[in-house]
């Protein structure tokens, strides 16, 4: 596996573990999804760069976007897992 493969496949996992270890947040009426962000910031970066998540760099949360929640969503299904919906 070349490294630019083994670095899209960590960043996969990472946005589907950051969206399946997520929980919900009501704050000023809207809804936002939050993760602890213990996952390697490298990563993250790209992550954040992609609009996937956002989040201060002194907070030990994220936010998911909506499009960070819907790409974490299309990956558990091309991996045949399942998302917290089915839980």
């Known amino acids: 596996m070349s490294h630019d493969s083994e670095n899209h496949l960590e960043k ?3 946005l589907m573990l950051l969206y ?3 929980w919900e ?5 809207e809804t936002y999804r939050r993760s602890w962000k213990g996952y ?3 990563l993250l970066n790209e992550l954040g760069d992609e609009k996937l998540i956002s ?3 002194k907070s030990k949360s994220v936010y998911l976007s909506e499009k ?3 790409a974490a ?3 558990l299904k091309n991996y045949g ?3 917290q919906e089915d839980r």
């Open 81 to 83: 897992m399942s998302g």
């Open 20 to 22: 399946l270890t997520s």
């Open 73 to 75: 969503k299309r990956l």
């Open 68 to 70: 960070g929640v819907e």
């Open 25 to 29: 947040e009501k704050e000023y009426g």
């Open 12 to 14: 996969d996992l990472t």
């Open 40 to 42: 390697d910031f490298d």
């Open 55 to 57: 989040g201060s760099n």
